[in-house]
């Protein structure tokens, strides 16, 4: 019998198991922030995506983009539906046949806190805002290049989901931006780039949004103010 094998004592048992938690207590966090960047780089992404197909749009109906909401007296087609035809045509791959289309449109036009959504809420949960106060008034749409300042002018949003009737709008404005993306909210502008962007120092909880001007920030909400 080798006399130089020994049993593990209980302080060297204590030290390995505080050795493992500490290494989890490093590892945890740092893959919870890959996993929200991951998220953030997704919905960012999307944006992108759906920006090429507005932009499109607005090619085939004489510069005008689609409608903010489906609401009031103006009649037409509403942005999130506008854009499936483009999306199903220059984005989603043909030879994916495992999942249906209307859940494929979903990756490119919800942001992934979709899948923390119920199924059955799934479908009047509307995740990304187009801003409602381009066209207000009388003016049902927006021509795409009659933007002054299109930088920095506000197009889609991450948009509010903790309330049923918010949840279920196409459009909305600053008070209605969702910052979940590491405290910040995505905004896609109407250039066409896209922009995590947070409200001074909020601490993400809260559904603040920036008025024109507001926090330096140099957003703009309604580009005739």
């Known amino acids: 019998m080798n006399k130089n094998n020994h049993a593990f004592t209980l302080?060297?048992?204590l030290v390995v198991v505080f050795i493992v938690f500490a290494i989890m207590g490093l590892v945890v966090?740092?893959?919870s922030m890959i996993r929200e960047k991951s998220k953030q780089a997704v919905c960012m992404s999307n944006m992108g995506q759906m920006f090429k197909c507005l932009a499109q749009y607005a090619i085939e109906?004489?510069?005008?983009?689609?409608?903010e909401d489906n609401s009031?007296?103006?009649?037409?087609?509403?942005?999130f539906k506008a854009?499936?035809?483009?999306?199903?045509?220059?984005?989603?791959?043909?030879n994916q046949t495992e999942i249906s289309t209307k859940e494929k449109l979903a990756l490119i036009k919800q942001d992934p806190i979709i899948n923390t959504v119920i199924q059955d809420k799934k479908d009047n949960t509307?995740?990304?805002?187009?801003?409602?106060?381009?066209?207000q008034g009388s003016t049902c749409s927006r021509m795409i290049d009659s933007i002054r300042f299109p930088s920095k002018t506000v197009l889609l949003f991450d948009g509010r989901i903790n309330n049923t009737n918010v949840a279920s709008k196409y459009d909305g404005a600053y008070g209605s931006v969702a910052q979940r993306h590491s405290r910040g909210a995505n905004i896609l502008f109407m250039d066409g780039?896209?922009?995590r962007v947070q409200n001074g120092d909020s601490d993400g909880a809260t559904n603040e949004g920036w008025p024109n001007g507001h926090a330096d920030q140099g957003i703009i909400w309604d580009p005739d103010s």
């Not at 009031?72 to 942005?79: D, L, R, T």
């Not at 509307?126 to 066209?135: G, S």
């Open 11 to 13: 302080i060297e048992l």
């Open 61 to 67: 109906n004489d510069g005008y983009l689609p409608l």
């Open 126 to 135: 509307k995740t990304i805002k187009m801003n409602t106060q381009l066209a």
């Open 83 to 94: 854009v499936d035809r483009y999306i199903t045509t220059d984005v989603l791959p043909e």
């Open 72 to 79: 009031g007296s103006c009649s037409g087609e509403v942005w």
């Open 193 to 195: 780039h896209v922009e």
């Open 29 to 31: 966090p740092v893959l």
